[in-house]
């Protein structure tokens, strides 16, 4: 059964430390995304992978970085947490562009 | 950048009836759009991918048709039934832009 995996499903955190978020999938996909959702804002694109040590900015990259050495993870970086940035992180891979995308559970994070 | 909205942002119907969720976009230039269905306190379920060539696609008592001309998708749901309850959200383009969602109620 294929799937997308997230590192965890609820994330307690101090303002200020440094978060990794990590989203595996198993499916040999060359895209993956991560979003945010907010009650009313529906999905917001954060960072997009094409292919390994490829990185695009979504709409709201501001106070995250990512990482993609190897193609099956990709991880979101929340380089100094702050309160704004609690949150549900979704992540979804595609095998291509123009494919169906998967999502992963989401990773509820709270910041405090 | 691509803009995404969807309207109505929350819909309630009774049980039996047909209904039609819309998706407007403001850049036609896609390849793609998706739709999704995301129940309460859990992730996205892909349930119709429609490539730019194509005008709709069918699954089950889902229909959903694209415009690119005009910048328009879509959902017909036939016959909704109180499983339906969720929110359904579009995606467009190669990078899944979302809009806000509909929030579907079906009471029975």
């Not at chain 1, 907010?38 to 040590?53: A, E, M, N």
């Not at chain 1, 100094?80 to 562009?97: I, K």
């Amino acid at each position: 059964d294929v799937k997308v995996t997230q590192s965890s499903r609820y994330l307690v955190k101090r303002t200020g430390e440094k978060v990794f978020l990590e989203c595996v999938q198993d499916m040999d996909h060359e895209n993956m995304f991560w979003y945010r959702q907010d009650p009313g804002l529906g999905l917001r694109l954060i960072y997009f992978s094409y292919d390994v040590k490829m990185k695009e900015k979504g709409d709201i990259p501001e106070g995250y970085s990512v990482s993609r050495e190897k193609k099956e993870r990709f991880s979101l970086i929340l380089e100094s947490a702050s309160t704004n940035q609690t949150s549900m992180y979704l992540c979804a891979s595609s095998y291509a562009q123009g494919a169906q995308g998967l999502f992963g559970p989401g990773t509820r994070l709270t910041v405090t | 950048k691509q803009e995404v909205t969807q309207i109505p942002a929350a819909l309630s119907v009774p049980e039996g009836e047909n209904l039609v969720l819309n998706c407007s976009f403001t850049d036609s230039a896609i390849y793609n759009l998706q739709w999704f269905r995301q129940d309460p306190g859990k992730g996205l379920t892909s349930l119709l991918l429609i490539q730019s060539s194509q005008r709709e696609q069918t699954s089950g008592r889902l229909n959903a048709s694209l415009d690119k001309s005009s910048g328009r998708s879509t959902l017909y749901i036939a016959a909704s039934q109180p499983g339906d309850s969720a929110t359904y959200l579009c995606a467009v383009g190669n990078d899944m832009r979302f809009g806000a969602g509909t929030r579907l109620t079906v009471k029975p």
